[in-house]
């Protein structure tokens, strides 16, 4: 029997993020077993300023799929069926799901223009620190640094309005 591969993926919603949210970590399961999920985190909308914050969370996805299945196949499905419109003027326009493949094994690879691992992850706290959850041990491809020293570094400098959000689970 062939491993299952260990996909991190990044979630994030700013329309109705309290429905969204789960439902794609529902929709992810269909793929696999998700093995492990984060605490939901609030955060101000990066870029694009004029718009409701952002929920974010993380999922770790036990699957048989590979990278480019997750990125070019299961991610935009979910994101279709969860009514994600991208607006080609505004990347960082409001959403109802945001669905990243982050982390894929400790490979590091290219799936079209997608770098894994994300170079973001130590650059975003509502990356790291839900991505930290799932396994602070993790050592990021390339940096020798696990998830949970980043996360700690960039919660240092964190500015306010990243917040757990206790009221909302996946």
Known sequence: MNELNRAFL?????????KHLPWAVQKLAEYGTVSCKSSVWQSAPAGYTEQ??????????ETDKDAFQICHEIVPIIERELKRVRDPLNKNGPRTIDI??????????????????????DQRV?????????SPDYLLPG???SLAAIA??????NQSGFVRREDICL
Request: hydrophobic share 45%.
């Open 126 to 134: 509502f990356l790291a620190v839900p991505l930290a959850e799932l």
């Open 10 to 18: 990044a979630l994030g919603s700013n329309i109705e993020p309290e």
């Open 52 to 61: 409701p914050d952002f929920l974010n969370a993380a999922v770790l996805l």
């Open 152 to 157: 700690e570094e960039l919660s240092k400098h």
């Open 100 to 121: 990243d493949l982050v982390l894929f094994n400790s490979d590091q690879l290219q799936v079209e223009h997608r770098i894994i691992p994300d170079p973001e992850i």
């Open 143 to 145: 940096q020798n640094r």
